[in-house]
């Protein structure tokens, strides 16, 4: 069976999560019960457990039985978001910077200038491999995936709910993405086919960012934390967290699994 | 509150949210374990990520992979790469008729 046949089944077996998620965004009285904003944050978390638990596979599983060939195709897709993350970024702190707090609005700067890196040192890989970006079109969950924090965050265009929606729906998509990337950390020495000369320093390098890319995405992902900890304080605020963070790992995880659907049709 | 059923457990930490309120649950042969679902150093959710498992001198102990921490799953006290972590909280267990019921 397909790496892509084994996460999408197991998607679809996790598909609870997101329910009791939209149960929960729907109930002031329930998202009144929490102390304070850290309990809501902690409870988010542990409530996603099982679909990072998939992320981490979308890393590590995927590694394990990728090909030269898969790797390229998971590249260019891999290169061309983290050039979608930054164009909407560079939207939010420009167009939108009324309505971001001092304070937040250099953080997200900060992860512009950590995207650009990203870039930078994919398309590096990606041309090690023997690829290039020439031709390339995106997988169109992907392209939804980077619609949706300002298609979500502008539903309340006011200050402070549209940092903390944009958050939802952009920062969520990091703490999937850290996992992700420590399961090819964790995984990649078990495909030795990935090893084989003369793709070896294109692995190591690959391995290697994948290490780096990981400490990044927690940063960004901190982001989110830094913001709901001000300001998830009230019912109201918690739903409308939600409402943008539960569609953003519905589509980032739907998305992944695309990615290798695709790289794994190169077989 | 009420976990889960015995055999639904293993070394490979399950996190159960019951409303507002959660814990990670485990097992090790015939020994249950609760704890907070998050870990204390750095607050990834443990079940995609820990483990638990007996050291040499037979303690229970919990492994959180995401960078290496480890955690006495009796006295609480852990550590990432050798320097003291914040110490995790463990919670009673008591199993009823094959139930896991965790008092929070």
Redesign the interface.
């Known amino acids: 069976m397909s790496i892509a046949k084994i996460l999408r089944e197991e998607f679809e077996s996790k598909r609870y999560v997101f329910d ?1 998620l939209k149960r929960a965004a729907s109930s002031l009285d ?1 998202l009144a ?2 102390r304070d904003s850290y ?1 809501f944050i ?2 988010f ?6 679909i ?2 998939i992320n ?1 596979k979308t890393g590590a599983l995927w590694i394990r039985n990728a090909t030269v060939k898969g790797i390229i195709l998971w590249t260019r897709q891999g290169a061309w978001n983290e050039w979608a993350a930054n164009s909407a970024l560079a939207k939010l702190i420009t167009e939108y910077r009324d309505y971001i707090d001092d304070e937040f609005l250099n953080v997200f700067a900060h992860q512009v200038s950590d995207e650009a890196r990203h870039f930078y040192i994919r398309t590096k890989v990606l041309k090690m491999y023997g690829g290039s970006m020439e031709d390339f079109q995106p997988i169109k969950e992907w392209a939804d995936l980077f619609e949706w924090p300002l298609r979500c965050a502008t539903k309340r265009l006011e200050k402070p709910y549209f940092q903390a929606k944009f958050t939802g729906a952009f920062q969520t998509v990091e703490l999937t993405a850290t ?1 992700q990337h ?1 399961g090819i950390v ?1 995984n990649a020495h078990l495909n030795p086919e990935i090893w084989k000369e003369p793709y070896r320093d294109a692995t190591r390098m690959l391995v290697e960012f994948s290490r780096e890319i990981e400490d990044d995405e927690s940063f960004h992902w901190t982001i989110a934390e830094r913001v709901w900890a001000k300001y998830a304080t009230t019912p109201e605020m918690r739903a409308e967290i939600l409402d943008c963070a539960v569609g953003a790992l519905e589509l980032s995880t739907i998305a992944k699994i695309k990615r290798i659907e695709a790289a794994e049709s190169s077989r | 509150m009420r976990a889960g059923r015995l055999e639904e457990f293993s070394e490979k930490p399950k996190v159960v949210v019951a409303g507002n309120r959660h814990c990670a649950v485990a097992r090790l042969g015939g020994s249950v374990y609760a704890f907070e679902s998050l870990c204390p150093h750095a607050k990834w959710p443990l079940g995609f990520i820990g483990r638990i498992f007996l050291n040499r001198e037979g303690r229970p102990m919990l492994l959180c992979a995401m960078h290496g921490g480890v955690w006495d799953l009796v006295s609480g006290e852990g550590t990432v790469e050798g320097k003291p972590a914040p110490p995790i909280r463990r919670y009673p267990v008591e199993v009823v008729d094959g139930d896991v019921h965790v008092r929070l």
Not at chain 1, 45 to 50: G, M, N, S
């Open positions: 009791e329930f019960q929490f309990q902690d409870w978390k542990a409530t996603i457990d099982p990072l638990e981490y996992v420590k964790d």
